[in-house]
């Protein structure tokens, strides 16, 4: 049985939000881990997620893949450069912190 679109062509509500929302969600600070990991991102070189997660001493992926991707969205990392992953042998991210590994043009 065929449901309809909750978001009608495949669009997320977020797409429309006021600029005002999207602001105030912004100041809200990152969760815990994600501050633990911003931090040391801050006082490292540019690396990927499985460099946080080896540098950190986590055990999981899932510990730190979903905190980069939340810094990402509130724009506080960005992706640095793209490389091939030694476990993987695919393309990943290697994350940069806005304000201190900014390319200077």
Same mark, same amino acid.
């Given at each position: ?11 997320? /509500? ?24 911003? @931090?040391?991102?801050?006082?490292? /070189? /540019?690396?990927? @997620? ?15 893949? /979903?905190?980069?991707? &939340? ?7 960005? &992706?640095? @450069? ?24």
């Amino acid at each position: 049985m065929n449901q309809p679109s909750l978001f009608p062509h495949n669009k997320h /509500p977020t797409h429309r939000m006021h600029a005002n929302s999207k602001a105030a969600w912004r100041s809200i600070k990152p969760s815990k881990r994600a501050q633990q990991i911003l @931090d040391f991102a801050s006082e490292h /070189p /540019p690396m990927t @997620d499985r460099q946080l997660r080896n540098a950190m001493g986590f055990d999981d992926l899932n510990q730190v893949r /979903p905190r980069v991707t &939340e810094l990402h969205d509130r724009g506080l990392m960005f &992706e640095y @450069d793209t490389v091939k992953c030694s476990a993987t042998k695919r393309p990943v991210r290697v994350n940069g912190v806005r304000g201190v590994h900014e390319r200077k043009k």
